[in-house]
């Protein structure tokens, strides 16, 4: 499960993710938080000690950062990383606003060994949509599919010489989760994660089918075997 937490961690959302994961210790959680469109100015300890319950449940839990579609300066994003460590000791970040243009592949590579030289251990990025292959291994993971509604078993398929770690989809205004869809969907990502809320913001809640959706991946269809995503190294040595 890749959980979009981006709730004050005094919300019950955060109690919820604690309590379905103890009730589905196999199911793999990653959850991303964004105090302030990025860290913030300073250090929040509610945040800190939120983060640290849910790391304590074995969530793994990445800081969310965003990069205006590679318009960003480095300098600006690897600031906003390393005040996530220093600040909340996360596992990882999510880098959001990513590019899918050829040009731009260093730019997230960069990225991906700055947060990994900080001693976090995993770097997803999120373009919301297909990317070329040459994207394939700059961060860890990829969200491939952010959209309302369910993605199209066919483009989730389009990878199929990569390994299914490598990627990962969001679907919110789901108003029924479609089991054997998400059955389906888990051949081809490692990380996957849909909700009933909609716009202006699906991710101020987690979904009201939460729990149902990660007894689905509970029951032998998930693809992904360990509790933290996959080093790049990893990915790499899957590369087809």
């Known amino acids: 499960m890749l ?106 590579s960069a990225l991906n060994s700055y947060v990994k030289s900080l001693g976090m251990t995993c770097a997803m990025g999120n373009p919301g949509s297909v990317v070329p292959t040459s994207f394939i291994g700059t961060l860890d993971c990829l969200v491939i599919y952010e959209n309302s509604g369910l993605p199209l078993i066919s483009d989730l398929q389009r990878y199929r010489g990569h390994s299914a770690p490598n990627f990962a989809y969001i679907s919110y205004s789901v108003s029924t989760l479609d089991t054997a869809f998400e059955t389906a969907s888990a051949a081809y990502v490692g990380w996957l994660y849909i909700t009933d809320a909609g716009l202006p913001n699906p991710y101020d809640k987690v979904s009201s089918y939460f729990s149902a959706e990660v007894a689905t991946l509970d029951n032998g269809t998930s693809t992904t075997g360990s509790r933290e995503p996959p080093s790049r190294t990893a990915l790499e040595s899957t590369r087809g």
């Open 3 to 108: 959980i979009p937490l981006y709730t004050h961690p005094t919300d019950g959302s955060w109690s919820e993710v604690v309590q379905v994961h103890a009730s589905h210790p196999s199911v793999p959680m990653v959850a991303v938080i964004n105090p302030s469109n990025g860290p913030g100015g300073s250090q929040n300890p509610e945040y800190v000690t939120g983060i640290r319950n849910l790391q304590n449940a074995g969530v793994t839990m990445l800081g969310y950062v965003y990069t205006n579609y590679g318009e960003r300066s480095k300098s600006s994003v690897e600031s906003e990383v390393s005040a996530y460590k220093r600040w909340y000791n996360v596992n990882g970040i999510m880098i959001d606003e990513m590019s899918n243009t050829q040009g731009f592949e260093s730019y997230y």
